[in-house]
């Protein structure tokens, strides 16, 4: 018996020598996508409401030079990716954290994990044990989270020692509560993390959820979420054999995203949760982020682009990068030398980190370059981890291919000065490049 994967591969060899999404194939995709959540342990009325959505991918077609089985598997990747609410946004750096969940959900463990994820970022962190139910539930944290102040031991009142701690540690970039666990959501605990909330007015509230937690996580983040309001869930044990199905159906009912994926015991066991690989897992599709960059650069068509922005420019270095640089590319078309030196002197890292730094950016501000003053400068560098001065590069580059795109529009081909040739340099970069090395 084969792979899910392998599987899902040899009903799109259905597709081979059609140039659309046959209601065959899709019946049948569908289909299996459906055994995989319900093994996934997602919810049957969920699992539904998504075959629904894949089922009305039939007779689409893919763009030009891409296979129409990969771009098949791009769409379901950006339903499930849609659909489930994946996508977290990194770009705002939280200052009051709060930890919920039930017991042993990985609460404690995981108050660690992120303060030293914000340490990694070069922010102060502190951590309040608001756990007073627990007898050692103070000194489990103080011992596993050693290199940080935790705060606690203070009173029998929860909301107290958060009071306390925020006193305490107001000087820290970022505070972490870490509150104590039930086996459910009962009177006391409610009362209890009510008050936590008004003391310490959290602006990013987790529910902490392990992978193998299973169906009742969606009764969980209702709960939680009536109570405290939530802003995201991390998923821990996730180096378990669960895939973590339930905590994705409550992704899908709370439209919250999950932030952060545990995957070891160990303080620095945390990733920012990354959808692509972990849709990759659970569609056994190990190269899936490959094949979703190869369908959409060939989705960008030049001649579509009507305004330029940073979600633009960022898919123009990546193509480059790809590439071996602009340089490289403007001399094989022979343009080479109408390249400003500044423009074309690029390099590769370079623009790995532009990439990382528009992805700090919010998607208003890759879409409204204008707005982008000193402060969300500095907080678009902090949040990306690289220098004010990198940013200011990013933009200083970006302004330079933005001015030539803005001549470019609505001009004469023949009538173009030195500059201009750098954005039709571009067009053809994208449109030949992809002929000349058979990207598909
Ligand atoms: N393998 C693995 N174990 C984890 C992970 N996260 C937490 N654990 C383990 O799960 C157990 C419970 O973790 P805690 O952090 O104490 O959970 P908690 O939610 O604080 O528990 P209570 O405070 O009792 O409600 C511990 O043995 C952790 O080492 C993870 O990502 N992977
Ligand atoms: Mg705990």
Known sequence: MGTFGDKLRSIFDGLSNRHFITSEVIDETAKEIQKALIMADVEISLVFELSKKIKELKGETAPEGIEIKDYLIKRIHDILSDFFGLEADFTKIPKRILLCGLFGSGKTTTAGKLANYYKRKKLSVGIIAADTYRMAAYEQLKQY?????????????????????????????????????????????????????????????????????????????????????????????????????????????????????????????????????YLAQIMDYPDLQSLLEKVEEAEINPDDIDEFNFDVYKKQLKMASKMGGITKIAKMLGFGKAIPEEASGLAEGKMKGFSSIIDSMTPYERKHPDCLNTSRLNRIAKGSGSKLDDVRLLIKQYNMMKETFDKMKGKDPNDLNQNDLQKVMQKQMQKKMKRKFKLK
């Open 145 to 277: 989270a050693h290199e940080f102040d935790v705060f606690g031991n203070v009173s029998k009142n929860a909301a107290e020692t958060v009071k306390l701690g925020l006193e305490k540690l107001k000087d820290k970039d970022i505070i972490i509560v870490d509150s104590a666990g039930r086996n459910a959501l009962d009177d006391e605990l409610s009362q209890e993390l009510k008050d936590i909330k008004d003391a310490f007015k959290p602006d990013m509230s987790f529910l902490v959820l392990s992978a193998d937690i299973g169906q009742i996580a969606l009764k969980q983040a209702k709960e939680f979420n009536e109570l405290v309001g939530l802003n995201g869930v991390i998923i821990t044990k996730l180096d378990g054999s669960a895939k973590g199905g339930g905590a994705l159906a409550a992704c899908a009912y709370l439209k919250s995203p999950v932030y952060f994926a545990g995957n070891g015991e160990k303080i620095e066991d945390l990733q920012q949760f990354d959808s692509t690989r």
